[in-house]
């Protein structure tokens, strides 16, 4: 989601910039600065009674270069613990309800429909679909541990929101 997005001044006004210490650091693979940034926005606007519009544009299209070293099964492990941590720590600064409301639907519905499209192909012959089903499998798993690994206490206690969202809503 990050990749191509855009506020209007206003809400950076209000809730601050992007968290810090949430995101990219070095190589390590965490993320979701993004997404704490949008729930945070939501937050503030919906406490002050007042509508919150997010809209995603899905025409709106982003090229990225892929590294080989990203097609692995060690990067994707690498991947998906961080995105687990990452969940965590953004669970830890905008509760976990809304930190994870989109992953409980992709959890439910999208995973399950990808490994039995896999599991499918698997069954047509395709060794391939074994493997993506695997892949999707394994990827929940480590992300799930991942996100057991940053709920325990002190794993996100450095995390920290930007001044201006930390201070009460007037």
């Known amino acids: 989601m990050g990749c191509n997005m855009s506020f209007r001044r206003e809400v950076f006004d209000r809730v601050g910039g992007f968290t810090e210490d949430v995101g990219r650091i070095g190589t390590v693979p965490l993320g979701c600065e993004e997404t704490e940034l949008c729930i945070r926005a939501r937050q503030d606007y919906w406490r002050r009674g007042e509508d919150a519009r997010i809209l995603f544009e899905p025409a709106a299209a982003v090229d990225h270069r892929v590294s080989a070293d990203r097609l ?80 325990l206490p002190g794993a996100t206690a450095d995390v920290r929101l930007p001044a201006a969202a930390a201070a009460p809503s007037p």
Do not use: N
Not at 78 to 86: Q, V
Not at 131 to 136: C, H, I
């Open 72 to 151: 692995g099964w060690s990067y994707l492990r690498r991947r998906c613990w961080a995105e687990g941590l990452s969940k965590a720590a953004v669970s830890k600064l905008v509760g976990s309800d809304d930190a994870l409301s989109t992953e409980r639907s992709y959890v439910a519905k999208v995973l399950p429909a990808a490994v039995g499209r896999e599991l499918k192909r698997s069954l047509r012959g395709r060794r391939d679909g074994l493997v993506g089903a695997s892949a999707v499998v394994i990827a929940l798993a480590w992300t799930t541990a991942g996100y057991a690994r940053g709920r």
